[in-house]
């Protein structure tokens, strides 16, 4: 489909796409969509003040009419599906069934959320006091400011988005930069979802901003947004959370991944080919689960090359609009110049290179598109450690079982990690206090694709922050312990006496 198209689809506006100077191009052609109007910092103290006035209101609505509202953007979002992945498709490059993928992932969150609205449970405490009664309950937190990455430009907003909403938090989203069109067509969906639940949902309930670092550092450092979801590099997450921590205000932090497999020497190798496979080229190795490192025992190694760069040689390459491709391009050109720089360290460590090179032949011109590169590495050197986003595998071996657990522990991220097994001892020692160190560790599954259901996120440089399932929705609230007399009496607890 036409560009063009696909923006009208969505109900995007000739005006919305001329109304300012940020230039939105589309990774597959390079050519420029549109010229959107940014959101200045001067306009941000209003946001945020709506936000807040949002916030009292939606508060006091009851927890399951909020869970409403997440019912109706999962109907509105199940009619725009097509429509809204094509769109992710055009700003990001993602082939359509990813595309489409993004949108479903915003589905199931927010049916996730529908039945979690009546789920926010508190517990019930002994109290060591005859009479007593403790328990505590979890309340709305307040404005939850929402940073997102280019990769997954709306499926994230909607991990946040869905559950904040429901533990009664208004939003604020600034999404990448290179990727506002998505933000805007989303919000249109979100608005005739708010169309349809009626007016108990007060004005400003979720804002869109548009532009840079600086307006996600307008929300960082505002103390009227206690909570800030922010999901990006290392390097904004390390700007980010420290400003946030330093007013009280509460970080989720979701950053980058250095993402590995151990394939053992009982491993089911066709299986894990095609785990690699998808983990390592799918969406041009820009996601933040990508599998980036591969460590391989050293009697399966060199059957494991030969297997990948018979499947790497295979690779449909090219416009991801198209039926069977498999790897779309690079967001931009500073992505394509930083793969190349890392292979260029990565040879000068030793490496052996094959693939990486630019395609030019049967892709769309303007667009970066590069042949995914599987790297021999004689160990773990400086560059291995460092997330280079793009479809670069490196391949390092290993002897022992504790020595490729120490080497997949021994960099500095702790998002996503598996293991291809068929030993029951390996795989549970994986997956034990003294196995994998990330935030999602898989046995016989590569690391990514995960689904809504379970807590997402990770350890170490990644940030720490959960979103999306499991409790995750704890993150957007506030715990209250309270503790009830029901006696005559007035007892301390500890036994304390203090007698008038
Ligand atoms: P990025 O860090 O360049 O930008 C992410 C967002 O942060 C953007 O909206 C950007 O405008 C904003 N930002 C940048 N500097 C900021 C600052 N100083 N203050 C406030 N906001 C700032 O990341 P990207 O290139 O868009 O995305 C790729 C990165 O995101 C990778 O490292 C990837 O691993 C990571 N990522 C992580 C997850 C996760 O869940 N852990 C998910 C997706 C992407």
């Not at 094509?86 to 990001?92: G, R």
């Not at 992932?105 to 609205?117: Q, T, V, Y």
């Not at 595998?393 to 291809?420: K, R, T, W």
Request: proline share 5%; aromatic share 6%.
């Amino acid at each position: 489909m036409p560009h063009a198209s696909v923006l009208e689809a969505v109900g995007l506006t000739a005006r919305e796409l001329q109304a300012g100077a940020l230039a939105v191009r589309s990774p597959i052609d390079g050519a420029q969509v549109a010229s959107v109007r940014e959101t200045t910092l001067a306009e941000m103290p209003e946001v945020v003040a709506k936000s807040q006035a949002a916030f009292r209101a939606w508060r006091e609505t009851p927890a399951p009419r909020r869970g409403e509202l997440a019912r109706l953007l999962g109907e509105e979002l199940r009619a725009a599906k097509e429509a809204l992945g094509a769109l992710v498709t055009l700003e990001t490059g993602k082939i359509i069934s990813e595309g489409q993928g993004e949108v479903q992932e915003m589905i199931d969150i927010c049916d996730f959320a529908a039945g979690l609205s009546r789920q926010l449970y508190g517990r019930t405490i002994a109290s060591e006091r005859p009479g007593h009664r403790m328990s505590e309950t979890w309340h709305p937190m307040g404005p939850c400011g929402v940073i997102t990455a280019f990769n997954f430009p709306v499926a994230v907003w909607s991990w946040n988005a869905a559950l904040a909403l429901v533990c009664g938090d208004p939003v604020i989203w600034k999404p990448s930069e290179k990727t506002p069109l998505t933000a805007m067509a989303t919000m249109k969906i979100m608005e005739r979802a708010l169309a349809r639940f009626g007016h108990d949902a007060p004005d400003g309930l979720t804002q869109l901003v548009i532009g840079g670092a600086d307006l996600g550092d307008a929300l960082a450092s505002s103390r009227d947004v206690p909570i800030i979801s922010a999901t990006g590099s290392t390097r904004m997450g390390s700007i980010v959370g420290p400003k946030v921590t330093a007013r009280f205000g509460r970080p989720i932090l979701e950053l980058g991944g250095n993402n590995a497999m151990i394939v053992a020497p009982s491993a089911d190798l066709e299986l894990a080919v095609r785990a690699i496979v998808f983990s390592a080229v799918g969406t041009s190795g820009q996601r933040c689960t990508s599998l980036r490192r591969l460590i391989a025992h050293r009697s399966i190694r060199e059957e494991l090359l030969a297997r990948l760069a018979g499947a790497y040689s295979g690779l449909a390459i090219g416009d991801p609009r198209d039926e069977g491709v498999l790897v779309g391009p690079l967001i931009d050109q500073r992505a394509r110049d930083a793969m190349m720089q890392a292979l260029e360290k990565a040879r000068g460590e030793g490496g052996a290179v094959a693939g990486g090179e630019d395609v030019s032949a049967g892709v769309p011109s303007g667009g970066h598109y590069v042949r995914p590169a599987i790297v021999a590495m004689p160990a773990q050197t400086a560059t291995v450690t460092v997330e280079t986003f793009a479809p670069i595998l490196y391949v390092m071996h290993y002897e022992a079982f504790e020595e490729a657990i120490a080497l997949h522990n021994n960099v500095p991220q702790g998002l996503s990690s598996c293991i291809f097994t068929q030993d029951i001892r390996e795989a549970e020692c994986f997956l034990s206090a003294v196995g994998s160190d990330c935030g999602i560790a898989n046995v016989n599954i590569g690391p990514s694709g995960a689904e809504v259901g379970g807590a997402f996120g990770g350890e170490k440089e990644t940030g720490g922050g959960r979103e999306s399932g499991s409790d995750a929705w704890k993150g957007y609230m506030r715990r209250q312990t309270s503790t009830v007399n029901y006696s005559a009496a007035l007892p301390l607890a500890q036994g304390v006496k203090f007698d008038l």
